[in-house]
Structures are given as structure tokens and as C-alpha cells.
């Protein structure tokens, strides 16, 4: 039992033991220090690449909601539009109805002031001019690409004092429109552009933990071979032994009888 008790410490079943409950060949730097070094590497690269993803993801829901508010915006200033093309009518509109008419559009301009001033993603201002670019590192190399600043406020788009009841230009509405809409192509391109990179992300996050699953996982099958194979090697030498251990004593025997 003693012999049986040392062959077996010293067969290395521990190690391989370790290696097939957690599917993984290298356990420490005793399975190999390059490929442990390697696969450390990798992991990194692979923990950079998804918060990168996550931080792009962030920008993207970040456009949207600007986006979403700019479309309010769009609605508010086409509005805005109608009343004062009536308005302009002059043959058929006295000064009563201006008034009334302007009442609306000094409505629908504190939405617009409204939507700017609330319109936020993590306590950032979106819409007011006051934040500025907003920096997104990409990836764990650090790159960074940027969502442009922007600002819809009345002021910002020219129509703060915009008035039916006195001289007004219609063009002034069609420069305001002209501007959110401009402000809604970049933010769709810029959107674009961050999808993009998040599938990038994705994709070589993928295809890194990919490589690293080859370096590091085990062949279940040709270790649990390996396992027999110890497993029978051990008990023949333990065999061997007891052979010997048998025959040293017959020959103890015939000596002494």
C-alpha cells in the first residue's frame, strides 16, 4: 500500500486532474510560460476591445436621444413654418389674428428652448451648446473619436425674436430648419460611423477570444487518454514492484530454509 501511496504521488494525476475539471491546459506557467504570457495578452486585448464596445454603445444611445429631440425640434420649427406663412397673408389676416397666431409660435419657440435645455445623456447637455465634442475611447489602445457639440437653442438658430405681429422674414424659419437639419445628418453619419466601429469591436473580440480558446483549452479527449494511460502505467509499476518485492522474499526463503 505504501508503494501504491508513492507511485501515485509522484504520476502527476493532481495536475492533469486540474486541467480536466476546468478544461483548461495551461493552469500556470509550469504548462508553459510563453503561452501563458500569450494568452494573458490576448485577454487583455480581448477586455479592451468589449469596453470599447460598451463605450461606442454609450455614444450610439447618446445620438439617438439627441436625434430623437432634434426630430421634436424639426416638428416645433415646421409648425412655426405654417403659422407664419399664414400669418403673411396679409389680405386676409388682420392684426387680431397675428397676435393670435404668434402666441402659438411663442409657445411652440419655449418647446424648442425646452427640448435644448433638457435633453441630456448621463447629466451631459446635448442640445444646449454647452457641453461641447464629446471624447469615446474605442478601444484599449486608447483611440478616441468624438460626437460634435450641439446647440438648437432659439438663440443658436436664429429665431430667439422671431415675431408674426411685426416685420419677420420666412427665411429665417427655413435657415433655423436648414441648420437642425444639418445638425441630424452629422449625428446620423456619426452614428454610422460608431456602429461601425462596435461591430469592429465585436467582431475581433470574437476572433481574439477565438485564438486564445486554442492556445488555452484543453483536449478533453487526448487528456482523458493521457489520464488511462498514467493510470495504467502506474499500475504495472506497481506490479513490477510487488513482483520484485515477491521474489526478493522467495529467494529470502530458500536462503534461510
Partial sequence: ????????????????????????????????AAELAISEKMNSQVRGLEQGANNVSSGIDAIKIQDSALGEVTDY?????????AASNTFTVNDSDKAIYQKEIDQLKEGIQ????????????????STGDLSITTNGNGSETKISGTNSTLEALGIKDFDVTGD??????DKALEKVSSMRSNAGATQNSLEHLYNINQTSAYNVTASQSRLEDLDVEK???????????????????????DDEEDKMNRLFN
Avoid: H, P, W
Fill in 77 to 85: 420649427l415646421q409648425r412655426i413654418k405654417e403659422l407664419a406663412v
Fill in 1 to 32: 500500500m505504501s508503494s501504491i501511496g508513492g507511485v501515485s504521488q509522484g504520476s502527476g494525476y493532481q495536475s492533469l486532474y486540474g486541467k480536466i475539471s476546468s478544461g483548461k491546459a495551461l493552469q500556470g506557467a509550469a504548462d508553459g
Fill in 223 to 245: 487528456a482523458v487518454g493521457n489520464l488511462d494511460k498514467q493510470r495504467l502505467l502506474d499500475t504495472i509499476s506497481v506490479m513490477m514492484q510487488k513482483k520484485r518485492e
Fill in 114 to 129: 425646452g427640448v435644448a435645455n433638457i435633453t441630456t445623456y448621463n447629466e451631459k447637455n446635448l442640445l444646449d451648446g
Fill in 168 to 173: 419677420f422674414n420666412l427665411e429665417d424659419i
